[in-house]
């Protein structure tokens, strides 16, 4: 991969286009998913080596349609995976005292994968963006993403994290746990946030999150004493980690 660092980059959406004629794109919502594609593009255009690290949503976010009754309506979209490969490697996460298997799909459009896009998934995931389970989301796409890199044969000691909004925040909590130091784990890691709006926030109660985290390894972290600094009045705001 040459000289520079590869870029990781953590992101629930990624939007890139696959057919323009067609108007189809790979599953995004809005304005993040468009800035992760661009950043993706600009780094084909620097020859920046970059992973982004994103979740596969088979249906989308939503597509809106007006009936027979002049009523806007939304439905699923279906996302083609004909373009990508399933990749052999593996991860577990334990969510809910149960192993589960993280898997991913590859696509590289650019004939190379010195830019590529990993689509992370579980059996049984909601398959639409923004819906479903959030926290047990974000932990398979921080903690799953950085063992599923891992697994790939990754060196993680020579990459850079970037972490986009706070569902993606449980990555700085794994590299942590890998790195055994927080200095390393910062060095390597910058986060990212577009919004000061609350709700714009992944926020928890602190308990609620340690119980869905307490079975996996990383859950040992959040009973830590030292943890506590990033709780306040019992909940845990994941931009703040």
């Given at each position: ?6 870029i990781?980059s953590?992101?629930m ?16 919502a809005g ?5 992760e594609?661009?950043?993706?593009l ?8 970059y992973?982004a ?11 809106q ?9 939304d439905?699923?979209?279906r996302?083609d995976?004909?373009?990508m490969?399933r990749?052999?490697e593996?991860?577990?996460v334990?969510i809910d ?5 993280v898997?991913c799909?590859q ?6 994968d010195l830019?590529?896009v990993l689509y ?7 398959a ?13 796409l921080?903690?799953?993403g950085v ?15 970037k972490i986009?909004?706070s569902?993606a925040?449980?990555t700085?909590i794994?590299?942590l ?7 390393i ?5 910058s986060f990212v946030t ?5 709700h714009g926030?992944?926020?928890y109660d ?5 119980q869905r985290?307490?079975?996996?390894p990383?859950?040992?972290?959040l ?8 709780v ?10």
């Amino acid at each position: 991969m040459g000289d520079k660092e590869t870029i990781a980059s953590f992101c629930m959406e990624c939007g890139l286009i696959l057919d323009e004629k067609k108007g189809i794109a790979t599953p995004h919502a809005g304005g993040l998913g468009v800035l992760e594609g661009d950043n993706f593009l600009t780094a084909r255009d620097l020859k920046q080596p970059y992973v982004a690290v994103s979740l596969l949503h088979h249906n989308g976010y939503v597509r809106q349609e007006i009936d027979g009754n002049s009523e806007q309506v939304d439905l699923d979209e279906r996302f083609d995976m004909s373009l990508m490969e399933r990749r052999k490697e593996s991860a577990t996460v334990n969510i809910d005292q149960t192993e589960r298997e993280v898997f991913c799909y590859q696509y590289s459009p650019f004939g190379t994968d010195l830019q590529t896009v990993l689509y992370l998934s579980v059996d049984g995931m909601d398959a639409r963006l923004y819906r479903g389970d959030k926290i047990a989301k974000s932990m398979i796409l921080g903690i799953g993403g950085v063992r599923l890199l891992r697994e790939m044969g990754y060196d993680l000691y020579t990459m850079h994290f970037k972490i986009n909004e706070s569902n993606a925040a449980l990555t700085l909590i794994e590299l942590l746990r890998t790195f055994e130091s927080e200095e390393i784990a910062k060095t390597h890691s910058s986060f990212v946030t577009h919004t000061t709006l609350l709700h714009g926030h992944d926020v928890y109660d602190f308990g609620y999150a340690r119980q869905r985290l307490q079975d996996d390894p990383v859950g040992r972290l959040l009973s830590s004493a030292e943890f506590q600094r990033f709780v306040s009045d019992g909940v845990l705001n994941f931009s703040n980690l």
